[in-house]
């Protein structure tokens, strides 16, 4: 079966850095694009970076261009997200997913807060 395993969250000060993991099995992860979304206490759940299946591409909501940095290791079947430089608004739960033949996969998820 499909899962997806965030991990690496926690909470950091303004300007701080974490990266967080997502470990996947039970697909063939190097076919598929991944991505990270995240979900803030009463807001929408929102589309935070993409990754092609191979890497070779990328994309970033532009709050967080320039700042985060998805990756992904196909040997490994995971994807990275590296937040550097974070702020209050970055506090969020972030979930990893996949998209498998028109279905959506989701994580249990990995709390980030960043406060002083």
């Known amino acids: 079966q499909v899962q997806l395993v965030e991990s690496g969250g926690g909470l950091v000060q303004p300007g701080g850095s974490l990266r967080l993991s997502c470990a996947a099995s039970g697909f063939s992860f190097s076919m598929y694009a991944m991505s990270w979304h995240r979900q803030a206490p009463g807001k929408e759940r929102e589309l935070v970076a993409t990754i092609t299946s191979a890497g070779s591409s990328t994309n970033y909501v532009d709050s967080v261009k320039a700042r985060f940095t998805v990756s992904r290791d196909n040997a490994k079947n995971t994807v990275y997200l590296q937040m550097n430089s974070l702020k209050p608004d970055d506090t969020a739960v972030y979930y990893c997913?996949?998209?498998?033949?028109?279905?959506?996969?989701w994580g249990q998820g990995t709390q980030v807060t960043v406060s002083s």
């Open positions: 997913n996949a998209r498998l033949d028109r279905l959506n996969y």
